[in-house]
């Protein structure tokens, strides 16, 4: 089961919503992503939300060449 500390990486304004609003929220909801980061991101990929994002195929694989280089960590 994946665990995350939500103080870390989201906006303050976000800390208190259920999984399912921040899921829904623009990708502004995170830490350090800006409203025009979600712009640009909505305008290069069509990325609204967060759970978007967490979709997004590129996301995926780079995570998953991350995951198969045993030196990143």
């Not at 025009?36 to 995926?60: I, N, S």
């Amino acid at each position: 089961m994946a665990s995350i500390d939500l103080d870390k990486v989201l906006d303050k304004a976000w800390a208190d919503k259920s999984l399912p609003e921040i899921l829904a929220a623009p990708v502004s909801a995170l830490k350090g992503v800006s409203d025009r980061d979600g712009e640009l991101l909505q305008e290069a990929f069509g990325v609204k939300t967060v759970a978007d994002l967490a979709e997004l195929k590129y996301a995926r694989w780079a995570q998953a060449l991350a995951a198969l280089d045993t030196s990143v960590k």
